[in-house]
C-alpha cells in the first residue's frame, strides 16, 4: 500500500478537486446570471459592476481549488483546498 499511496493520494485529491470545482462553476453561472441581470437594470457597467465582482470572484478560488497544481502554496493565499486537504490528512495520521 505505502508504495501506492503517492499515486492514489494525488488521484484521490484530484477528484475531489473536480466536486469542488464542479460545485462552484454551477454556483459561479447562477451568481453571474444574478449579477448580469441586476447590472442591466441598474445599468452598471466597467470594473466595480456585480459582473465583474463575480469574475474577480472566480479567479480567486480558481487559486484556492487550484485543480491542475498551476499555483504554488504562496500565490494561493490563506485557506486553499490543498492545505485543508494537509490538514485533514495530518490529523487523520494522528
Known sequence: MNRFWPQLRKFLVFQIKLYI????????SVLALGAFIIDLVKQNDGPDSYFERVLKFGRGTERSIN???QFGAEEQGGRSV?????EVEQRFRR
Open 67 to 69: 485543480l491542475f497544481n
Open 82 to 86: 490543498d492545505s485543508i486537504i494537509d
Open 21 to 28: 470545482d464542479a460545485f462552484r462553476d454551477v454556483l459561479l
